[in-house]
């Protein structure tokens, strides 16, 4: 017998990118907590969150997308819930990144979630309750230092997010994203190795955030249950900040 909350996902099937670490296992965790059955589709699966599907896949290769797409759906019977989140880092102005990086950058980011979705669109326009989530970041909303390609791709991934919301909601696919502010999570310790003093920008880090420290990937992977959740089906086209406040909240230095 399954609880109210578990009921909420019960016979769904999920897809996650980027499902062996981090947020994404987070995720994973979350939606098969909540009655899913959920595919971690990444590099490398290993390392997924116990009673996941682990599926090998790189985003940025479509051949590799699309078998990784055709595995979810014989192994589990289709797919509902897409969330795109497997992302790297970048860390520079626009002087200090070369045309590599922008390209590999751009082709994790933003390109892999067109392809990702472009492979699970037949399967999700044949679910009633189909939905996918975009992983975005607050450097979509804020100017944050030192990281313009960065930011220029996940400013990329709400925009497609928006287009992606409006081409596709007359076949009953709702698209969000989120927006995590930093996120202690191994993406952020290989960050701050580029840094000449981690340990100084980890602190910078924290103080950034409004309730002075950084996001939970828990917390991250409840905002995506609830943007893919069928319970709430006139959500398309949104952006959900999970950001301890950085985006919006204006702190007095003095009072905290
Ligand atoms: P992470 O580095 O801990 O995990 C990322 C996962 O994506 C890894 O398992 C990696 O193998 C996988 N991945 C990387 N390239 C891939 C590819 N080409 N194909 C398939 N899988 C690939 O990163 P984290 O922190 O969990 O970040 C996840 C997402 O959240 C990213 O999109 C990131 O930009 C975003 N984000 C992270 C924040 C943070 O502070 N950690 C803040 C805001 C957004």
Request: glycine share 10%; aromatic share 2%; proline share 4%.
């Amino acid at each position: 017998m399954n609880t109210a909350a578990g009921a909420e996902y019960d016979g769904l099937v999920a897809a996650v990118t980027g499902g062996g670490a981090g947020i994404g296992a987070a995720i994973v965790s979350e939606l098969l907590a909540r009655g899913a059955r959920v595919a971690a589709l990444d590099l490398d699966p290993s390392q997924a969150p116990d009673g996941a599907l682990p599926v090998a896949c790189d985003v940025t290769d479509r051949a590799s997308v699309e078998a990784a797409v055709a595995t979810v759906t014989a192994e589990l019977g289709g797919l509902d819930i897409l969330v795109n989140n497997a992302g790297i880092s970048a860390v520079g102005t626009v002087e200090e990144n070369d045309d590599i990086t922008w390209a590999r950058v751009l082709d994790v980011n933003v390109t892999g979630i067109a392809r990702v979705t472009a492979a699970a669109l037949p399967h999700l326009r044949a679910s009633s309750k189909a939905s996918v989530v975009n992983v975005s970041s607050i450097a979509a909303l804020n100017g944050l230092p030192q990281r313009a390609l960065y930011s220029a791709s996940k400013g990329a991934v709400m925009s497609l997010t928006f287009a992606m919301a409006t081409d596709h909601v007359r076949e009953g696919v709702r698209v969000n994203c989120v927006c995590p502010g930093t996120v202690h999570t191994g993406f952020v310790d290989k960050l701050l190795q580029n840094f000449a003093d981690p340990v100084a920008e980890k602190a910078a880090m924290d103080a950034r955030q409004a309730t002075g420290r950084m996001v939970t990937p828990s917390e991250v992977a409840q905002a995506v249950a609830y943007l893919a959740s069928p319970r709430n089906g006139s959500t398309t086209g949104t952006a959900l900040d999970v950001d301890g406040g950085v985006t919006h909240l204006r702190m007095r230095p003095d009072k905290g």
